[in-house]
């Protein structure tokens, strides 16, 4: 009985692994990124689930963080950087003339490597978005806005006496949560996250992990990391690039256990590819 | 494994489970070849031997369990690497289960030390236990191989096996039936065709570990079963020969 339950397991599998979401919020179609005369990404075609945590893994100048950079465009602040192809987020596309550069950053907020609390009050570093985009109204608003996302990034409970207190003061792992919180403020659609565990010990990981499981409820999360471990805990779906190439998406179940693509298959398991 | 890791570590120990796992199999192999023919020889030295092999064979299972277990740990294998430590736990369990219904087969031939044999009972289970030992072997070699075709056809020799079994169940009936004295040795017999049929699905189950770990998926097809015996029933004879 077991191989025959086992056999159902992996064709419910199967149909997953020629992927192509319906439910997609964020798509890239042929997108294709130079930084000057060197081309970065070639001919990305990328599909993300809304309220997934989708994982972008590979080797150092793969191109994932410049995939991730475009999503926001934040690959706009370099001069030599261009963009060709088409990012659209829920069907809009985010290159067009009417798109505000802030407005698209409200709705996909970016959380980096290392924690950049501002060097405020933690009240006011959560406070600062909804403040510039004028998402409040009174002050009892505000506070329950900043009260409502430190909760959501589970540091509420230890923050709530010393608000008025530095942010750079917490600790590293509080400072990444506070980072979070700071993001989630402005009520975005997506969350970029570039490496946002690499600067913090497993208990701190940890946390911001079982941070982006809750989340993702609500956000759809696109996180950039080196550890495997932490791409197959953390993600439902798993990007392999390799070369500015993408080389394999799917189920990260699969990507893990049986993956396709020989290069995903050497990296992941520590070959010389 | 046409690549090889980084760290070299992880490959020596990737290639200490697998020669563990052969050298388990290689002594299981010569159990069912041993039990068989201490059996047919009602030679008592060798089935103690039989039974004495079976605590290696149980040392070399626990030695692979910690160091799968140890190499999930450390390394937290992924992908091809996680396939085949995983395939040589259940493997190596596997091996265990038919080194242990060897040793079962010597105890019973203990039991038989002074009984003789009847028809031609003895010969079929005799050919029973070569083919499921040339099962082990070949599973073995395309364990070590990674050979799918291999494993494949051996997952579909296991049904010739479930027909001897068939065969011999009804013939050790029938033997019974004739003569009530011969049922201490049809019964030992019928468990020890047993004994060979459930080797015979475990070195199955090895052929389908074999399959997951060259492909990542388990066998599409139903492998085809044969074994009837549960079916089986003497019907009583109510009309007297007056």
Redesign the interface.
Known sequence: MN??V??EN?NTM?EHSDFAPENSIISAKNVDVFYGEKQALFNMNLDVVENSVTALIGPSGCGKSTLLRCFNRMNDVIPICHVEGSITLGGQDIHASNVDVVSLRQKVGMVFQKPNPFPKSIYDNIAYGPRIHGMTTSKAELDEVVEKSLKRAGLWDEVKDRLDKLGTGLSGGQQQRLCIARAIAVQPKVILMDEPCSALDPIATATVEELIDELRERFTIIIVTHS??QA?RVSMHTAFFHLGNLVEYGATSDI????KDER???Y?????? | ME?????KS?DEELTQIENMTLEMGGLVETQILESIIALCNRDQELAQKVRLDDKTVDVLESQINDLTLRTLALR????????SVICALKVSSNLERIGDYAKNISKRTQVLADIKSVGTAERTIKRMGEMVQKMVADVLDAYIRKDLAMADEIRLRDEEVDYIHNTLFRELLTYMMENPSNITLCMHLLFIARNLERMGDHATGIA?QVHYVV??????E?RPKADKTSHMFVEENHESKE
Do not use: C, K
Not at chain 1, 256 to 259: D, E, G, I, S
Not at chain 2, 76 to 83: C, E, I
């Open positions: 191989s025959i086992m056999r992996i199967i495997m471990q197959a893990f256990t049986a993956p995903t298959q050497n992941i398991t520590g070959r010389i590819g | 690549n090889e890791h980084i760290v992880f937290q294998p992924l992908a091809t690497d996680l396939r389908e492909t990542g998926s388990a066998p599409e139903r």
